[in-house]
């Protein structure tokens, strides 16, 4: 027997789960607006070379004569990054400049019929600074990763519920801070706080909501969990059509944040850590609250802490006084686990945020794409979730890492000139690439156990933030063929689906809560959890012994 026992006698799957997943999973709207943001206020108008001797009078001027000034490409449009020479002050007149170009010298002009503001605009991020606004993204995502790598571990020891909280709030502050920032640099700075409180709020909301949930529910709220960067990817779309000036649109997006800092005080901590922390009179007094809303206060009370720790014995007489990071590869099966898990979440990241990121190189309206890549996600996110509880996690992780492979492999060989076939590839791929995040969150959740789950939910996470960091870089190879960035990240996904055949299968199984049950389940041993002979049965009607298997396996 163990805590999902506990969780059966006080209601299971009941009002309480439902209520707790619903607060925890609201915030979760405004996660995707946040990795996606930049899409929208990094958007690169279309530009040209600012010229005081136009600019700045009234002279009515159209693209034929700016041809005398600036050069044109062959679609006979003004080049964005070059002027004639000595173009800049030269007096209006219908004859030819000289055909010696140079950098833009004074400024650019940039269209702002779509955009008014954003911080390409702001900062002159564009010729030799464009790649300064890839250089942004990546710096956010390295936020996201050094908060998975450092939360991961602090949520483990001080609780969920304390990190979430803090979470909350830096994103809050970071979040509207960014959008009265005056400079490039304090920008970077403080979005990179944005993404540290991402990986806090992120890690603990999964956690939170699985460790109450028993196993019969649990696909449902990875499901739930997966759809919430869905309606947030669609949010920001909207947000973005309707708030055109990045600095509003920032602050659109993170101030909703001070209000869940207030909300989650009354989220409770996990039981289930609780107990393995040894704070069994709080886990009673919380379990005893989920009971009567619930409608089983009855059962709830006859809870007691003495029931609490005998329910959990063998869990509580393996774990050590502390784990750390190493514990993920100290033994054979974790390794395995770790490693596996390592390449599945890097390349997943890495291909999901390589296409995202890139939406104005497809050539239609930024907005509707937006609108499209997360609308993409519900049916292919539904898809995911029957076929983890159909043909389980393994295969739906595999086959969905392996097809978004060859969907993004064809899409670098099909011409820039067929651009609907492109975008239809690309949806097809950015939608098994969220089933595959949809699967990666819950497959993780049951594969580590409880007494370093955070860490080790932590650590792969890191893995996919540094694929989600390098992805905007590889997007600079476009720059020498646009065959390049799509190729790489086909092939890294096709890699990683690979890698996930050789995981365990965690279908309808009960969580495991220590490392011995881990390995124990690898050589295919069923693991009995001990209760002693004094133990008090949590109903009456409850039999006092279970076969093995029973204990082990929990089905639906």
């Given at each position: 027997m163990g805590f999902n026992d506990l969780l059966q006698t006080v209601g299971g799957l009941g009002w309480f789960q439902v209520l707790n997943t619903a607060m925890l999973l609201l915030p979760m709207f405004f996660m995707a607006s946040h990795n996606f943001l930049q899409n929208f206020t990094a958007?690169?108008?279309?530009?040209?070379?600012?010229?005081?001797?136009?600019?700045?009078?009234?002279?009515?001027?159209?693209?034929?004569?700016?041809a005398a000034f600036i050069p044109v490409d062959g679609n006979q449009n003004s080049k964005?990054?070059?002027?004639?020479?000595?173009?800049?002050?030269?007096?209006?007149?219908?004859?030819?400049?000289?055909?010696?170009?140079?950098?833009?010298?004074?400024?650019?002009?940039?269209?702002?019929?779509?955009?008014?503001?954003?911080?390409?605009t702001e900062w002159d991020l564009v010729c030799n600074q464009r790649k300064m606004r890839q250089v942004a993204q990546s710096i956010y995502m390295a936020g996201v990763l050094v908060g998975a790598f450092v939360l991961g571990s602090l949520s483990d020891r001080f609780?969920?519920?304390?990190?979430?909280?803090?979470s909350y709030l830096m994103m809050a502050v970071s979040g509207t801070c960014v959008a009265f920032l005056p400079s490039f640099v304090t920008y970077c700075t403080f979005r990179c706080l944005c993404g540290i409180a991402f990986s806090g709020i992120t890690l603990n909301t999964i956690s939170l909501t699985l460790e109450w949930m028993p196993p019969n529910g649990r696909t449902v709220v990875g499901t739930f969990f997966a759809y919430s960067f869905t309606l947030g990817q669609l949010l920001l779309a909207g947000f973005a059509y309707g708030i055109r000036d990045w600095r509003w649109l920032q602050f659109s997006v993170s101030a909703p944040y001070y209000f869940f800092f207030l909300t989650s005080w009354w989220v409770p901590e996990s039981a289930r850590w609780l107990i393995v922390n040894g704070r069994s009179h709080q886990a009673l007094s919380d379990l005893r609250k989920v009971a009567r809303i619930n409608g089983k206060k009855e059962e709830g009370e006859k809870l007691s802490e003495k029931m609490l720790i005998s329910h959990m014995q063998s869990e509580l007489s393996s774990i050590k006084h502390s784990h750390t990071p190493l514990d993920l590869f100290r033994t054979p099966e974790m390794r395995r686990i770790t490693v596996c898990l390592m390449v599945v979440w890097f390349s997943t990241s890495f291909a999901f945020y390589g296409l995202g990121m890139d939406l104005q190189n497809f050539g239609i309206s930024i907005f509707l794409l937006q609108f499209v890549f997360g609308a993409i996600d519900i049916p292919a996110k539904l898809a995911?979730?029957?076929?983890?509880s159909y043909l389980g996690r393994?295969?739906?992780?595999?086959?969905?890492?392996?097809?978004?492979?060859?969907?993004?492999?064809?899409?670098?060989?099909?011409?820039?000139?067929?651009?609907?076939?492109?975008?239809?590839?690309a949806v097809l791929g950015k939608g098994c690439l969220a089933s595959s995040f949809c699967c990666a969150y819950l497959y993780s959740s049951e594969l580590f156990p409880t007494?370093?789950?955070?860490?080790?939910?932590?650590?792969?996470?890191?893995?996919?933030?540094?694929?989600?960091?390098?992805?905007?870089?590889?997007?600079?190879?476009?720059?020498i063929s646009p065959v390049f960035a799509p190729a790489i990240y086909g092939v890294a996904a096709i890699i990683s689906g690979t890698a996930a055949v050789f995981l365990r299968e965690t279908c309808n199984q009960q969580l495991p809560d220590t490392i011995e049950e881990v390995e124990a389940r690898a050589k295919g041993k069923d693991v009995q959890r001990i209760i002693p002979k004094e133990e008090v049965p949590l109903t009456q009607n409850q039999p006092q012994a279970q076969s093995p298997k029973r204990l082990l396996v929990d089905t639906v």
């Open positions: 958007a690169i108008p279309t530009h040209r070379c600012r010229l005081p001797a136009l600019d700045d009078t009234t002279i009515i001027y159209n693209q034929s004569n700016l964005s990054c070059l002027q004639y020479q000595n173009s800049a002050h030269a007096i209006w007149t219908n004859g030819t400049s000289n055909n010696s170009t140079e950098p833009c010298k004074y400024g650019w002009v940039y269209d702002k019929s779509v955009f008014s503001s954003t911080i390409v609780g969920r519920k304390a990190i979430l909280i803090g995911g979730a029957i076929l983890m393994r295969v739906t992780q595999s086959a969905s890492l392996i097809l978004a492979g060859v969907a993004l492999l064809c899409n670098a060989f099909i011409p820039q000139e067929l651009k609907m076939v492109r975008i239809v590839m007494v370093i789950r955070q860490s080790g939910m932590g650590f792969v996470v890191m893995k996919a933030r540094m694929g989600s960091m390098v992805a905007p870089l590889v997007l600079m190879l476009s720059e």
